[in-house]
């Protein structure tokens, strides 16, 4: 049972992914600084394990927090809540983490709460949050996996497995799993998932964690591996959902989408709707990380490409919702028009 991110009392523990699959290393994160950077750097990533990861994040810089004037914490609150935000600016899970946590201190201060009282009340929801995110995965899973047919071979783009959640289940992966679960036969194939390599390195070691079978591919390989009838769906996870349906995701999702349209192949997106951002009307207004280019210039250490060329890195693509099939939340399975049927998900 894969769990990558934990609460502890000597800090917030995180398992490097950055290392896997060649080394399991987890790191005990002393500071809201040090959780900040391991979601910036990618110690942690997947929009679900942000938020978490966040949560916990804030509720670490509470805990050390030496002050007793409740009015001083809310001043470092803000900073603290500030700095995670700058992290990973995509992934809405995130932000909507920070702003729970927010809300949480506000109610414990209007209460009339001790700074001492406070600080077990963070981190008493921040905990929540992640037992939370862990049951709507199972619940992703339970839905997901009725869409898909007995004997039948998913591709996936990138990792949305337990590593990129709270972990147990997964999103895109939770869906398999699911489906394994009711006693479906299913195989995936993964997408290496350039230039971080997650689906080689992270989805691919997850599956084999449970004995699903998984084929390796490259990126540009997917085209021509539906062309020959080996896909039967397509289930991603997302770093967030704009109101309309459009899907931000890893880079090259949107390829994928059109491809799978092309071929007659259904195409979900398993997320829970903590990543539908109903104030983001579109998927234009998504705002699409940039990062270091030397992730595309080189592969750990090695240097591929001539020095000085340019390169662009953009982490994630916008696939318009008229590509996607469904997408499968904790509360059911949302279809067309979206801007109806995830809003009414929210009114449940």
């Keep these: 049972m894969i769990i990558p991110v934990k609460w502890t009392d000597e800090g917030v523990n995180m398992l490097d992914q950055r290392l896997l699959p060649n080394e399991e290393k987890w790191l005990i994160l002393k500071s809201f600084t040090e959780v900040a950077d391991g979601i910036r750097d990618m110690v942690v990533r997947g929009a679900p394990a942000i938020g978490v990861a966040a949560a ?7 805990k050390n927090f030496v002050g007793t004037n409740v009015d ?3 001043e470092e609150l803000d900073y603290i809540c500030d700095v995670m935000g700058k992290t990973r600016p995509t992934a809405v899970n995130l932000f909507w983490a920070i702003e729970r946590m927010k809300r ?9 709460k001790s700074v001492l009282e406070i600080k077990q009340i963070l981190i008493k ?4 949050i992640h037992d939370e995110d862990i049951e709507s995965q199972r619940l992703i899973a339970q839905f997901g996996g009725e869409l898909i ?3 039948s071979t998913v591709l996936t783009h990138c990792n949305a497995g337990a590593l990129a959640t709270g972990g147990v289940w997964g999103t895109a992966l939770g869906v398999v799993r699911g489906a394994v679960n009711q006693g479906k036969k299913v195989s995936v194939i993964a997408d290496e998932t350039r230039p971080y390599l997650q689906g080689a390195r992270l989805t691919a070691w997850e599956l084999l964690q449970d004995d699903i079978p998984v084929t390796l591919i490259t990126d540009n390989m997917s085209g021509h591996i539906m062309k020959q009838g080996k896909v039967q769906a397509v289930v991603v996870g997302s770093d967030r959902i ?7 995701n890893k880079i090259g999702t949107y390829m994928v989408a059109v491809l799978a349209q092309k071929h007659g192949i259904p195409f979900y997106v398993a997320a829970p709707l903590s990543t539908v951002d109903m104030n ?10 940039e990062r270091n280019i030397r ?6 250490n090695i240097q591929l490409a001539p020095e000085g060329i340019s390169v662009s890195n953009y982490a994630f693509d916008v696939t318009p919702n008229e590509l996607v099939t469904a997408i499968i939340t904790e509360k059911g399975v949302a279809r067309a028009p979206y801007i109806e049927s995830l809003k009414k998900m929210f009114e449940e």
Aim: charged share 30%; glycine share 10%; net charge negative.
């Design 56 to 62: 916990y994040g804030v509720a670490l810089g509470a």
């Design 72 to 74: 001083d914490l809310e």
């Design 104 to 112: 949480t201190f506000q109610k414990a201060k209007s209460e009339g």
């Design 125 to 128: 929801d921040a905990k929540n």
């Design 149 to 151: 047919e007995n004997d």
């Design 242 to 248: 704009a109101a309309n349906g459009d899907v931000a």
């Design 280 to 289: 983001c009307a579109t998927g234009e207004e998504i705002p699409i990380e």
């Design 295 to 300: 992730e595309i210039t080189h592969v750990q």
